[in-house]
């Protein structure tokens, strides 16, 4: 047998095995909603038989989207659905990937966490901007399987992703975040904006917000601990970046902003009481036009508008 028909045979013996295509390409996908849906991100990890989704949108519509736009990267299907944190754009669209029988992950602090988060929003949405109503704002989703602590998420391929729950504030009230070891990667849900303004209400706890930005920049601390010099890390709004440079500057904007905040409230003086009346309004405009002008280079200053509220008010306790 010549050596043309031996590299022959040897090939379709891989090809007949399968083994050829042992190692298919593994793959972060990103989605990226509109304004409409506040810019949200849900990745989509698959290793080429089986995708993990990491939360769903603030709407079916837009989990629908997201779910297409998958569709048209890849044919393996969507197993399971991890959730970050309890905050409804995350959570919201859960029914969306349970159809397509997907098993929703969260640690037992988001899951203890949702109702009242979901409760909180939905009176928002549906008493007051009147965007919605009682009958189409999204449905409470249920979680299939609740961890504490740390959880490794098993594939088929052998392919095992960490999940840990930080245990403490950053842009909610706890935030769990995935380590996939074959891309040296976390994804951290709204926990890091990178160059982009952060979501600055906190998390809803007792049916309030309730931010605290020396506790997020501690959790940001604990998220560092986890990575090296090398990781990378995908957050829920804004750019991928160096673990270690996007935890440093997320720290920084976190720190700064509290004290612009600080001290706008200060230099108010007497009128510190419109912030606790229906003029507060006009205030959290001009916070968000100093914070943005701070940040010049940084995306997405409307988000400073929508959040800006829970901080304030937390320093007038």
Known sequence: MNTLQK?????????AS???FANPTKTIYEFESDDGGFRTKTFFYDNGEEVVAFDTQFTEKYAEQCIRFLKSKTKSPIKYLVISHPNPDKFNAISSFKKLGAKVIASKQTASAIKGVHEYKKYYWTKIAKAFTE???PKLGKIDLEFEGSYDLKLQNGDS?????L???GVSSNQTVTFIPEKNAFLVGDLIHFKTHAWLEGGIQNGKPNPDINEWVQTLEKLKALGNSESIVYG???KVAKLFEAVK???SYLQEVDEIVTDYIKDLGAKQTELKSDQANKHYQVLEKQIAKEYPDYALPYMIGYGVYGLVNAKLK
Do not use: D, P
Request: aromatic content about 6%; cysteine-free.
């Open 161 to 165: 992703l960490r999940l840990t729950e």
């Open 167 to 169: 245990g403490s504030k």
């Open 135 to 137: 009958s189409n704002y």
């Open 7 to 15: 590299i022959s045979m040897f090939l379709m013996a891989v090809l």
């Open 18 to 20: 399968g083994s050829l």
């Open 236 to 238: 829920g709004r804004g």
């Open 249 to 251: 500057e997320q720290k």
